[in-house]
């Protein structure tokens, strides 16, 4: 871990293309602007980690472009590791089959790079931290081997913490399943962004890392999954992951509205101002209007309200988009509560949610294959957006 990651910079850089040529140059200059020597590579296990949270082709900008692994791979492989492993646990089962699905139509089969093995070793250790929240969780053994790890992550909205970057993005080193009971162990939104803080600080803490996150195209509204592609044609770099999501929610037009920094900000690891952050590269960060997901109002500020049950009146829900939900069960699967079940309604398989238990994690939503979980608003709250 770097001795002040209060202080980390941020590397920007404009990118409008995937040519792994090109990739492979902004990735170097930002190595080399950030301190990010051969030193800290060579002789060492590295660990790509990218954002492979659902079964999708790159084009719909929900998981990292297999040539911005590739530009990734090439350099690293250069900087002469003892070895290098790409690996990545989504959600539902941590086994071969699902995840050599999930590498196979993510396209991580079509990296060139002769040095990098993709992961195929699913087991994984338990870990104690020192978290405010999280106390002891299961961890990945790909990542429990590495010495030093790459966040390979996407910038795109979150249905449930606003933002998905390179704090949310280490989400995936917990194995299959079990983040579905974290789910259910932290949740609200200000448990679970103590919760990710506290998982971003164990890495941090025993790996050498840096965060790239693939801004090239990324994702607004109801994202992290089945939300919009968005060009903003950018390359961000940190060995800061709040640093980096501090930027992130600047491009988004987002500032200061992730809970998850807030909280890292409350521990001293990062400000929480942008002003605040030594960018690199570019003079000035652009900025976008993106569309939040339907997720997300002002209902924040109704928290201390009645108890907070104003807000809970107000709040969105997931709901079963019924001409297109096939019944498959993935949303079923994937409730932390069990909340959800598949019915047999006029001849045809049906997924029904049982509000009662809801926590509105909408693990649901990401996780549907075909994209048959909505976000329900209030009436009251659609008519003022």
């Not at 020597?37 to 060579?42: G, Q």
């Not at 995840?99 to 040095?115: F, G």
């Amino acid at each position: 871990m770097i001795e002040n990651i209060k202080n980390a910079p941020v590397y920007a850089a404009y990118c409008d293309t995937y040519d792994v040529d090109t990739l492979y140059s902004i990735m170097r200059d930002a190595f080399c602007e950030l301190g990010f020597s051969r030193e800290l590579i060579e002789g060492k296990k590295v660990l790509l980690k990218p954002n492979l949270v659902l079964a999708k082709k790159p084009e719909f900008g929900a998981t990292s472009h297999p040539l911005f692994v590739e530009a990734c791979a090439k350099l690293i492989s250069e900087m002469n590791p003892a070895s290098l492993v790409l690996a990545d646990s989504p959600g539902g089962p941590f086994n071969a089959v699902a995840l050599n699905n999930v590498y196979r139509v993510c396209e991580m089969n079509s990296i060139r790079c002769d040095m990098l093995k993709i992961n195929d070793d699913f087991t994984w250790s338990s870990v104690r931290t020192n978290g405010t929240r999280l106390k002891n969780m299961h961890v990945i053994n790909a990542v429990m081997d590495a010495e030093v790890i790459i966040d390979l992550c996407k910038l795109k909205t979150h249905s449930l913490t606003g933002l998905s970057g390179a704090t949310k993005n280490l989400f995936g080193i917990i194995p299959g399943v079990e983040k579905f009971e974290m789910h259910s162990s932290f949740p609200d939104v200000d448990s679970f962004s103590e919760m990710l803080i506290d998982l971003a600080s164990y890495v941090l803490e025993n790996k050498t890392f840096l965060a790239l996150c693939d801004a090239i195209i990324s994702m607004e509204g109801n994202g992290p999954t089945h939300g919009t592609p968005k060009k903003t044609e950018l390359v961000l770099a940190s060995r800061s992951p709040y640093a980096l999501d501090v930027v992130g929610e600047h491009v988004m037009k987002n500032d200061g509205n992730v809970r998850m920094l807030d909280y890292a900000a409350e521990r001293g690891l990062v400000s929480r101002n942008r002003q605040d952050i030594d960018v690199r590269g570019l003079d000035e960060i652009p900025q976008y209007e993106f569309a939040l997901p339907d997720s997300v109002s002002f209902l924040g500020n109704l928290s201390g309200i009645m108890g907070g049950s104003l807000a809970k009146f107000f709040e969105s829900k997931p709901a079963i988009n019924l001409k297109k939900c096939i019944g498959c069960g993935k949303c079923a699967e994937s409730c932390p509560r069990h909340t959800i079940e598949i019915k047999k309604k006029h001849g045809k398989k049906l997924a029904v949610i049982h509000r009662g238990d809801c926590i509105k994690c909408y693990c649901c939503q990401e996780l549907c294959p075909i994209g048959a979980v909505d976000v329900k608003q209030n009436i009251i709250i659609k008519l003022i957006h």
